[in-house]
């Protein structure tokens, strides 16, 4: 018979073997849905204008797709990498549930900020 000792032993090296991002817990998801991007207006306009073409829908796992293609993003933490796709390399930061701010090439947070507009259309 196997001692209980040794079974406990067993159970909990097992569970030191477990993958890194498992471990760390710092990988999540997007909500679904689809994001509207836009840059702040002014007082004489429209608080926020729209960018066109710059719309994106979150489809599932760690997948999107836009107009000119599909992809996939990577979310760590707060931040969030395009890695495949047409909005490969671009990165934002979350804000809050569904909000997101581009983030520059120089880390700063840009302008343009994305929000989930509803859920994902057909």
């Not at 018979?1 to 477990?18: F, P, Y």
């Not at 073409?53 to 992809?71: L, M, N």
């Amino acid at each position: 018979m196997i001692d209980l000792k040794k079974l406990t032993l067993l159970a909990a090296l097992a569970g030191l073997a477990s993958p890194p991002a498992m471990a760390q817990g710092r990988l999540s998801l997007l909500a679904q849905g689809e994001y509207i991007c836009a840059l702040p207006g002014d007082a004489t306009g429209a608080a926020w204008i729209v960018q066109e073409g710059r719309e994106f829908a979150v489809t599932g796992g760690s997948s999107y797709r836009t107009e000119q293609g599909s992809g996939s993003y990577l979310m760590e933490g707060k931040l969030v990498t395009f890695t495949r796709g047409p909005m490969r390399g671009a990165k934002f930061m979350l804000l809050g549930s569904g909000l997101l701010q581009q983030v520059g090439r120089d880390g700063k947070l840009g302008r343009m900020r994305c929000h989930r507009a509803g859920p994902v259309e057909d």
